[in-house]
């Protein structure tokens, strides 16, 4: 059996742990949480796949009761690996028990308009992350010829770039930082803003990590990191975006803000 996509993530974190050495905190911290979001997914499908069951057409806020039990699970994952911001929100929020969990988990749901702003949003996104791909899947939604920045199926920020290989160049696709849906996106043009001039919109990389890209626009200042599979066929959108924090700073430092922050606020 093949490996599953968390597992591929799982081992992509830990050999770049080996490779980058001031990524290996927050990259083994990640391999924790995505085998928590694994065993999720597979809870998931296990109670969709159950006869009878009303919740495997839920579509809605998540409030199935697997959902809900597991959080504290979650929490405790959170407080002993997570740095010290996002452990102390778990600890505060693993005191306030099942409906403030309950109001946290829909409130996120309901709130695609907006971006992760304080540390409870980044636990409620890395939480629901397998839900809402497993709800994005059942739903069997295609989106040929979308081509607008926002994800097609839950309205939210896109939170990496992929370049892939298309005929003798490369097509970039956007990847949504909940749903993990994938769509195509012009390559010349902002995300944030749609900004079409090349002049103003300029790309940067770095020796370390010669196949990320750094896509700012001098038009509003945002930029975006995307990953070119063409150059490193076995880089992870998630797990190399987060591994490649030095470029954050990098971009930071020269007034750009990203386009939306990933898993961990950064």
């Known amino acids: 059996m ?6 591929r993530r799982i081992e992509r974190a830990e050999t770049l742990a080996r490779e980058c050495p ?16 694994e065993a999720l997914r597979r809870k998931l499908d296990t109670t969709a796949a159950t006869p009878g069951n009303p919740s495997a057409a839920l579509s809605g806020p998540p409030e199935l009761p697997v959902l ?13 690996h997570a740095p010290t911001h996002l452990a102390e929100t778990a600890r505060t929020l693993r005191g306030e028990g099942e409906p403030s969990w ?9 709130a695609s308009n907006s971006s992760p702003t304080q540390p409870a949003d980044f636990v409620a996104l890395a939480y ?28 939210r920020k896109p939170g990496v770039a992929v370049l892939r290989q298309q005929g003798d160049g490369a097509r970039r696709s956007l990847l949504c930082s909940l749903c993990l849906a994938e769509w195509e ?26 196949y990320i890209r750094v896509e700012c626009c001098d038009t509003c200042k945002t930029y975006v990191k995307s990953i070119n ?13 987060l591994a490649s924090a030095p470029l954050d700073l990098w971009a930071h430092d020269r007034g750009y803000s990203k386009l ?3 898993l961990f606020g950064m």
């Open 2 to 7: 093949p490996p599953s996509p968390w597992q």
């Open 128 to 155: 629901l992350q397998p839900y809402a791909e497993f709800v994005r899947l059942r739903s069997a939604m295609t989106w040929d010829g979308y081509t607008y920045s926002l994800c097609p199926f839950c309205n």
């Open 22 to 37: 001031f990524a290996r905190e927050i990259l083994s911290f990640y391999s924790r949480v995505a085998q928590f979001q």
């Open 185 to 210: 996106f012009r390559r010349i043009v902002c995300p944030a803003c749609g900004e079409e001039n090349n002049a103003k919109l300029p790309v940067y990389t770095a020796d370390q990590f010669d």
């Open 68 to 80: 809900i039990s597991g959080f504290d699970g979650f929490l405790s994952v959170i407080a002993e």
């Open 260 to 262: 939306e922050l990933n």
């Open 229 to 241: 599979l063409t150059r490193n066929g076995l880089a992870d959108p998630i797990v190399d975006e």
């Open 102 to 110: 309950s109001q946290l988990l829909s409130n996120y749901w309901l």
